[in-house]
């Protein structure tokens, strides 16, 4: 385990351990703002679960495998080469009242996405449960774990996982994990997250390369070039995901291992590049003669249901798709003027 700072608090000096009293939920909150811990914070959801737990006035505290300057207290950990004990003496050092785990891989690499979506997700679960503290974890997992979807079906968390790629079989691996962790006690929750929008996707994702490739196509007189637009996907605000984490670490009880965590929407993903031409001004073709995503491979189809999180967490989106990649674009343009 490599440890980048010591257990300081927001100003550098000694963090002040709490009372175990007040480390408790209730139905109207904690005593005390709760202290939370957001593992792969500077990733693109984790970025996003930072900000809103700081602007929510959360004693945050960050960890992953590279720096963050604007991290208050901030930690360096990898959790595929880390002891699981070691995790845990970490742990019980920082006395988090919640884990977020934002860590993963979202490439093709079959071995970095085991690393880091499984053998991570695994240290991190036993850590947890060898602290023998009450910390809950929030894990966030991966609509790809359900793999495809009968056209016009709405995906619910009792529909049977049947990834298609390797990084659903990863992603579902890692929910295995977290479930068999809160079968043994854990204070955890998966949720599961459809396509993300919104500021500083990135070009991994469609919405992050419809961006760039609009980008380029305006700033070079190109044309635009993509993949098939022909699937459905349940596009789901960055920010919202962030404050359904949020919603999920400060639940007084949490009634099921996995949550939905979508828009409840299916759009096709051609509707999504019309919003970005409408945006953008762009009044060129768009082809679609490009690579697609091997996270999407048969997947032609996908719409979450969102009762349960609406139910469990009093959780809503709050984001529509224009306003999603209108702050997407804008995020883009100042980027690109800086």
């Known amino acids: 385990m490599t440890t980048g700072r010591a257990n300081t608090g927001p100003g550098g000096g000694p963090r002040e351990a709490r009372p175990a009293a007040t480390r408790r939920w209730f ?19 984790g970025a996003h679960v930072h900000v809103r737990a700081r602007a929510a006035g959360l004693d945050v505290v960050t960890a992953g495998r590279s720096a963050l300057p604007d991290s208050r207290s ?39 996405l085991t690393a880091l979506n499984v053998t991570g997700t695994s240290a991190l679960v036993r850590a947890l449960r060898m602290t023998g503290r009450a910390i809950r974890l929030v894990h966030l997992g991966s609509a790809a774990e359900y ?29 295995r994990l977290v479930e068999l962790g809160r079968a ?16 500083g996707a990135p070009d991994t994702i469609l919405p992050g390369r419809v961006a760039a490739e609009f980008r380029r196509a305006l ?12 699937a459905v996907r349940d596009f789901v605000d960055v920010r919202d995901i962030a404050d359904a984490a949020l919603a999920a ?23 999504l590049v019309t919003e ?33 999180a609406e139910r469990d967490l009093g959780w809503r989106p709050r984001y529509s798709l ?14 690109g003027a800086a």
Request: net charge negative; charged share 20%.
């Open 27 to 45: 139905a109207n909150g904690p005593e005390t703002g709760p202290r939370v811990l957001v593992v792969g914070a500077s990733g693109f959801l």
């Open 276 to 308: 970005m031409t409408a945006i953008t001004g762009y009044d060129g073709p768009v082809h679609e003669d490009s690579g697609g995503s091997p996270h999407s491979a048969g997947l032609n189809w996908q719409q979450g249901d969102i009762y349960r």
């Open 219 to 230: 700033t070079r007189g190109s044309e635009v070039r993509l993949g098939p637009l022909d």
């Open 249 to 271: 670490a400060l639940a007084p009880a949490l009634a099921g291992a996995v949550l939905n965590i979508a828009s409840g929407s299916g759009v096709l993903a051609r509707t």
């Open 74 to 112: 901030h930690f360096l950990v990898d959790l595929t080469d880390d002891d699981p004990a070691r995790l845990a003496v970490m742990l019980a050092g920082l006395e988090p009242d919640v884990v977020i785990n934002c860590a993963g891989a979202t490439g093709s690499d079959i071995a970095e």
């Open 147 to 175: 793999g495809p979807s009968e056209q016009g079906v709405t995906v619910d968390e009792t529909t049977p996982p049947r990834p298609t790629s390797v990084y659903g079989s990863t992603k579902l691996a890692a929910t």
């Open 184 to 199: 043994t006690g854990l204070d955890a929750v998966v949720l599961r997250v459809f396509n993300p929008v919104g500021p």
């Open 322 to 335: 224009r306003a999603s990649l209108t702050d997407l674009w804008e995020g883009r343009r100042a980027a």
